[in-house]
């Protein structure tokens, strides 16, 4: 492997990890608010607890998602030079908001929330937590908007004397047609993450026999499914309008996630495809008619650009090169994004069948609670490997190879050494993450013993210690 490789692979690897915390962390603390929400509106003690035993997994989630997620700022200067200084001025603005306004957001009320608990009348602690979930959104909104821009660049002009784009229209770039079908698919499946998360620890503690804690739990399992469910249905629905919007911005990718390689009118979805091992021909394929055209254009009879008329036009406008990205990859993990995500779906509706008017769940249930978040987590990271993947051979669609954004000066040893070096990084945070998740989890819900300021705000906690509320 050359340095472009390596510097590939190791950004892939460190991208992929971090993602792991981030839909657990932007879920978990909107559940979370949740809990406490029917707490302050019900008093009832087990949504007390739940926000407390669900807030304690979200605060360790949230620290490891900031530590990861570091990384990949230190990688755009040490791997990625080029690339920054051709986004810079373009990528400046959503980042600097995100990290300015969002990032603080998060951690000035994450603060206030976690030792306020006996400090802050109830209504004002109630809306701590909640400006944290305003932050998580506004966070992923503007990284979304940076992203997005990679896949259709708006808002800029080219200055080639500096050879960089720069940033002429904030606002196209926020409301970018590829973040606003981007935002919601993914905040929805983040939440179908979440309440996977939610239901099989809930499930876990009920088949172990929770004793008095069985009650909450179970209330935990159900919601935790109905999250799921509701959130696939709007993956779903997203999804859809994201497809379309794909094709219009990025028909390479559409035609390569259906390793379509002729033009088709109308063009047929391939539910499964078996091709040549470098993905030049395919083979053997079964298909459904007209649904293809459908889903990318939302008319049956319309044409879809295979993958040889889109390399032929590229050529044309770009110049001598090949601009098919992976084929094998992005097409099975197109797919298995899907598949994997509709099966998260289906496990949730089945537990809600499984436990419904009072019934307890079977102790050989057991074996869907590793599964049952991995399944959404998984889904998650095979559309966003799928996102990336079918955009190349591009950084910036259109403008900037990816060959052209890696530091020049960077040499593969500095690479391979700093990718060990995260790679052993990253196993040990592994083991640290899973230890403390699993400690909190088995130790069960935190007793009700939090007496907060009441909600009209007349008792201010004057007098009263401040404590760490885990």
């Known amino acids: 492997m050359d340095t472009l490789d390596l510097a590939r692979w190791q950004f892939a690897i460190t991208t992929v990890y971090h993602f792991f915390f981030v839909p657990v962390t932007i879920s978990l603390v909107a559940i979370t608010a949740g809990l406490q929400t029917a707490w302050y509106r019900t008093g009832k003690d087990k949504y007390l607890r739940l926000t407390k035993f669900y807030g304690k997994l979200f605060l360790i989630n949230i620290a490891m998602g900031v530590v990861t997620g570091l990384v990949q700022e230190f990688q755009f200067g040490m791997n990625w030079s080029d690339y920054s200084r051709f986004v810079g001025d373009v990528f400046g603005a959503p980042l600097a908001l995100e990290g300015l306004l969002a990032f603080f957001l998060e951690s000035t009320f994450i603060g206030l929330w976690i030792f306020g608990w006996d400090r802050l009348p109830r209504r004002v602690h109630l809306a701590c937590i909640w400006m944290v979930v305003l932050g998580t959104q506004l966070s992923a909104y503007f990284i979304l908007a940076a992203n997005s821009w990679m896949q259709n660049p708006v808002g800029f002009r080219y200055n080639a004397d500096r050879g960089r784009a720069e940033l002429t229209d904030i606002w196209a770039v926020l409301t970018n047609k590829v973040v606003l079908v981007t935002y919601p698919h993914t905040i929805f499946a983040a939440f179908m993450v979440g309440g996977a998360f939610v239901a099989a620890v809930a499930l876990w503690h009920l088949i172990r026999r929770a004793g008095t804690d069985t009650e909450a739990f179970r209330t935990a399992l159900r919601m935790g499914a109905v999250i799921v469910i509701v959130a696939g249905a709007g993956v779903a629905l997203s999804g859809d309008q994201q497809g379309k919007v794909m094709t219009e911005v990025q028909p390479m990718k559409m035609a390569a996630a259906e390793a379509l390689y002729e033009s088709e009118k109308p063009a047929s979805f391939s539910v499964f495809t078996i091709g040549t091992l470098d993905g030049s021909k395919e083979i053997f394929s079964v ?184």
């Open 287 to 470: 298909k459904v008619p007209y649904l293809l055209s459908f889903l990318a254009t939302g008319h049956f009879d319309a044409e879809v650009q295979g993958i040889n008329s889109l390399q032929q036009a590229y050529e044309e406008l770009y110049g001598p090169g090949s601009y098919k990205p992976n084929i094998p990859l992005t097409y099975w993990t197109f797919r298995l994004m899907i598949g994997v995500g509709m099966s998260a779906a289906a496990v949730a509706a089945w537990l809600l069948w499984a436990t419904r008017r009072g019934r307890s769940p079977s102790r050989w249930m057991v074996w869907l609670v590793a599964p049952l978040p991995l399944l959404p987590l998984a889904a998650n990271t095979f559309g966003w490997i799928f996102t990336e993947t079918g955009r190349q051979p591009w950084l910036v669609f259109g403008l900037l190879p990816t060959s052209a954004g890696v530091s020049p000066g960077t040499t593969t040893a500095e690479v391979l050494t700093s990718l060990i070096g995260f790679t052993v990084l990253y196993g040990a945070l592994a083991v640290v993450e899973v230890k403390l998740m699993t400690k909190s989890i088995r130790a069960g819900l935190p007793p009700a013993d939090v007496v907060p300021a009441d909600p009209d705000g007349s008792d201010d906690g004057s007098g009263k210690p401040l404590s760490f509320a885990y």
